[in-house]
């Protein structure tokens, strides 16, 4: 107990000073609970209010995956520069490190595989064990148009509920079919479909004409995918755009981890997104990191 003889007086008041009281920085989090801003605030950089997420999810539906062969030997070096692992919980438990800097979003959905419909997703992973593994948001793919459309929307809705629960942020992931078109209007569709069905934020592909018009119907933040391998000069640029249209952010993965130089990559996708670098400026540092000798 504690010891209430000779207690001093309280005098720290500061009367004159009002208490801070300033808004949440990211687009849309204003509403949100203690435990929501907090893990967002993990996965988005609240100095640049932007994050660089490393997305490594690929096996859940794909297997192995050329430049995923060894995640242990070749994503773990990665770790440093990402402000997010995207990836599933069997990847997690068995190969990352728990004093992993970067905070975690689980991949939650799966079900399917690339020999048959990918649109047929369940729920995969219970709230339960996004918890017991601290995770920062989970990740549900949404399949806007797709065979499944109406049970992925719904896996997603189920996944903020649970999510409101307990304060673990929904990621809308917008999935896109082959048969479909993308461009903004498809992309404004699937993103706000998410939004306003409660995502925290979304994940959606870049287009070159009228992604800021995605960016700015969707009231939550918008992180951009990757997509295929590119030249290096290519998808710096594409990052570059993506953010000063308007996304929080990217969630990247082949155009990293199957980059000449991953962690060089990684660092120059950095440059773009935190320090507002430009393409041909992010280009020479990943140049001048890929020949310096490994240490
Ligand atoms: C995409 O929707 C899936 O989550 C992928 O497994 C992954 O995130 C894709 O990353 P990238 O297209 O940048 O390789």
């Given at each position: 107990?504690?010891d209430?003889?000779?207690?001093?007086?309280?005098?720290?008041?500061?009367?004159?000073?009002?208490?801070?009281?300033?808004?949440?920085?990211?687009k849309?989090?204003?509403?949100?609970?203690w435990?929501?801003?907090?893990?967002?605030s993990?996965?988005?950089?609240?100095?640049?209010?932007?994050?660089?997420?490393?997305?490594?999810?690929?096996?859940?539906?794909l297997?192995?995956?050329?430049?995923l062969?060894?995640?242990?030997?070749t994503?773990r070096p990665?770790?440093?520069?990402?402000?997010?692992?995207?990836?599933?919980?069997?990847?997690?438990?068995?190969?990352?490190?728990?004093?992993?800097?970067?905070?975690?979003?689980?991949?939650?959905?799966?079900?399917?595989?690339?020999?048959?419909?990918?649109?047929?997703?369940?729920?995969?992973?219970d709230?339960?064990?996004?918890?017991?593994?601290?995770?920062?948001?989970?990740?549900?793919?949404?399949?806007?148009?797709g065979?499944?459309?109406?049970?992925?929307i719904?896996?997603?809705?189920?996944?903020?509920?649970?999510?409101?629960?307990?304060?673990?942020p929904?990621?809308?992931?917008t999935?896109?079919?082959?048969?479909?078109?993308?461009d903004?209007?498809?992309?404004?569709?699937?993103?706000?479909?998410?939004?306003?069905?409660?995502a925290?934020?979304?994940?959606?592909?870049?287009?070159?004409?009228?992604f800021?018009?995605?960016?700015?119907?969707?009231?939550?933040?918008?992180?951009?995918?990757?997509?295929?391998?590119?030249?290096?000069?290519?998808?710096?640029?594409?990052?570059?755009r993506?953010?000063?249209?308007?996304?929080?952010g990217?969630?990247?993965?082949?155009?990293?981890?199957?980059?000449?130089a991953?962690?060089?990559?990684?660092?120059a996708?950095?440059?773009?997104?935190?320090?507002h670098?430009?393409?041909?400026?992010?280009l020479?540092?990943?140049?001048?990191?890929?020949?310096?000798?490994?240490?």
């Open positions: 107990m504690a209430t003889d000779d207690l001093k007086d309280a005098k720290a008041f500061h009367a004159e000073i009002p208490q801070e009281s300033s808004a949440f920085f990211l849309g989090a204003n509403a949100l609970g435990g929501m801003q907090n893990r967002l993990r996965i988005f950089n609240p100095r640049s209010g932007r994050t660089v997420m490393l997305a490594i999810d690929h096996g859940y539906f297997g192995t995956t050329t430049g062969e060894r995640i242990d030997l994503i990665l770790i440093p520069y990402a402000d997010s692992l995207m990836l599933t919980r069997g990847i997690l438990r068995t190969v990352i490190p728990p004093t992993a800097s970067s905070s975690i979003v689980l991949r939650v959905s799966g079900g399917s595989s690339i020999l048959k419909e990918l649109s047929n997703e369940e729920i995969a992973v709230i339960e064990d996004s918890l017991r593994l601290n995770v920062c948001a989970m990740a549900v793919q949404v399949f806007v148009g065979e499944f459309e109406r049970q992925s719904i896996n997603m809705t189920r996944m903020v509920d649970m999510g409101l629960r307990y304060g673990v929904t990621l809308g992931v999935a896109v079919g082959k048969e479909m078109a993308r903004a209007r498809y992309f404004r569709l699937a993103t706000r479909i998410c939004a306003e069905l409660g925290q934020y979304v994940k959606t592909y870049y287009v070159e004409q009228g800021d018009t995605v960016c700015a119907s969707c009231p939550v933040p918008i992180v951009m995918a990757g997509g295929k391998k590119i030249p290096e000069l290519d998808a710096l640029t594409m990052a570059y993506a953010v000063q249209e308007g996304a929080a990217v969630d990247m993965g082949r155009n990293i981890f199957q980059a000449d991953p962690a060089a990559m990684i660092r996708v950095r440059a773009v997104v935190h320090d670098e430009t393409p041909a400026k992010a020479d540092l990943y140049e001048t990191l890929r020949r310096q000798p490994k240490r």
